[in-house]
């Protein structure tokens, strides 16, 4: 891909602030949701189903005047392991980073496991990460079983829980 | 945060070759007043009588007292209390809980809680370290080493969390694993590539006879109903692996059978009174087993 007419497509709307590339069309609104986009008062413009030589098809996410740590990049592996953040600053891609998978998760994802403490009582899930062929999968480090790349569920603030026991 | 056992991971071999020492020097020496200032904790939100009865006997052996519940129902649990508020509480009262709970992680989240040593004495589906330790006190026991066996487990492998800990567990040692079951019941692949990966060598089989001449241990398990889907199923395959006295013959001297009790039909009552059967002398093993985790985690030993 060109890199100028690349950097003009995605870059030109933006002054400051950062645009996600090569996240998954269907982890988009979860991408949304768990940066707190949805919270946010700056400027956000998001395409999806784009071309991609990567991914096939892929969305974009634009947001103005909004840089992110380490650890919010890394927040979102799971669900967009091949992400890109570009940092902008005036008009020019000054920095490119890459998603990392993190060796440990805690309070992003839900673990599958119905019996699991963490579907019944307020704790915090806690996972370690495992590269596998499918993707990446999560070990629960309360029941110790695993999570999947396809039974994976991010945790909304009002789902984290049912009380019993 | 005090040291707890939680699962047979938490565990190194050094460490297990240690507690299965003290669990011998206890069994020479059973009545012992190393723990007469110190209380234990034994709270049970299920019920399983075996395994209580066993920790107390363990505690009250080593002199301590014993608190607890051994069911839900009278306490405040059943009004809606956390198990982190149970385990606050408990832990100003006890030196050391003990810990049973249906729910998969709950032992673990309660060592994090706890200012004091947690043991898991089951936590849903998922571990029960102390079982397998006793499991593996006795191969020890019967077997004077831990190393070279051929160890063949029988049954329920799919579903069957204490030979999954044993499995891993016996991994350390140079193991040969024959895993003999339906296929509905058949080891996970998870554990085969543990093995795999730890260049030890198993077998997979539908038959037991074949097998019987080369094991040293003969781990049986129960098969439950609740885990076919077709009741037929499980009556196909209920009684496929029944052990029978005459099923022992040819067997190895040093053979010995193991089950984590209670069995249901997977053995004949006429193999109680083989030199084989090992499972009640198993049970007794289980106190002196852990004798030595609640010594070992107060530090005391
Ligand atoms: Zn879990």
Do not use: W
């Not at chain 2, 945060?1 to 460490?15: F, G, R, V, W």
């Amino acid at each position: 891909m060109n890199m100028d007419t690349d950097k003009k497509l995605k870059v030109s709307a933006i002054k400051d602030g950062t645009v996600i590339d090569r996240i998954p069309p269907q982890s988009l609104f979860k991408v949304i949701e768990i940066l707190g986009l949805d919270q946010t008062g700056h400027q956000i413009t998001f395409g999806t189903n784009l071309e991609s030589k990567h991914l096939g098809k892929k969305a974009i996410i634009k947001i103005a005047d909004s840089f992110f740590e380490d650890e919010d990049v890394n927040r979102i592996a799971l669900i967009a392991p091949d992400a890109k953040f570009n940092v902008i600053r005036n008009y020019e891609v000054v920095e490119k980073r890459q998603v990392e998978i993190p060796d440990q998760i805690r309070g992003i994802a839900r673990c599958v496991n119905p019996k699991c403490i963490t579907n019944h009582q307020n704790v915090e899930t806690r996972f370690t990460t495992k590269k596998e062929r499918g993707g990446i999968s999560l070990v629960c480090h309360y029941c110790e079983k695993l999570t999947n790349a396809k039974s994976l569920q991010i945790i909304t603030k009002s789902s984290a829980y049912t009380t019993d026991f | 945060m005090p040291k707890s056992l939680i699962s047979i991971h938490d565990l190194a071999k050094e460490e297990m070759l240690h507690i299965l020492d003290l669990a011998a020097q206890f069994e020479q020496n059973p009545a012992s007043s190393l723990l007469n200032d110190k209380v234990i904790a034994t709270i049970f939100f299920e019920p399983s009588t075996r395994t209580r009865l066993s920790f107390e006997t363990a505690a009250n052996r080593l002199g301590a007292r014993v608190i607890g519940f051994s069911e839900t129902g009278s306490t405040s649990v059943t009004k809606g209390e956390s198990l982190k508020d149970t385990i606050k509480m408990v832990s100003h009262y006890a030196d050391l809980i003990v810990i049973r709970h249906p729910l998969d992680g709950s032992a673990r989240y309660a060592s994090e809680v706890s200012s004091v040593p947690i043991v898991n004495a089951g936590d849903g589906t998922n571990q029960h370290p102390s079982q397998t330790l006793l499991d593996m006190y006795s191969i020890l026991k019967t077997q004077q080493s831990l190393d070279g066996l051929q160890l063949t487990m029988v049954g329920d492998l799919k579903y069957g969390r204490t030979v999954h800990s044993l499995l891993q567990a016996m991994a350390l040692f140079d193991t040969r694993f024959i895993f003999v079951a339906p296929p509905e019941l058949a080891m996970p692949s998870e554990y085969k590539q543990f093995l795999h990966h730890r260049n030890l060598i198993f077998k997979e089989s539908r038959d037991l006879l074949p097998h019987i001449p080369d094991t040293d241990i003969l781990y049986m398990t129960r098969v439950q109903a609740e885990r076919f889907q077709d009741p037929m199923e499980y009556e196909k395959v209920k009684n496929v692996y029944a052990l029978t006295a005459s099923m022992l013959q040819p067997c190895k001297p040093n053979l010995k059978i193991l089950h984590p009790l209670p069995r249901v039909n997977e053995i004949a009552t006429d193999v109680d009174d083989t030199p084989q059967a090992y499972y009640f002398e198993q049970a007794r093993n289980g106190v002196y087993t852990r004798m030595a985790i609640i010594a070992f985690l107060l530090g005391l030993k």
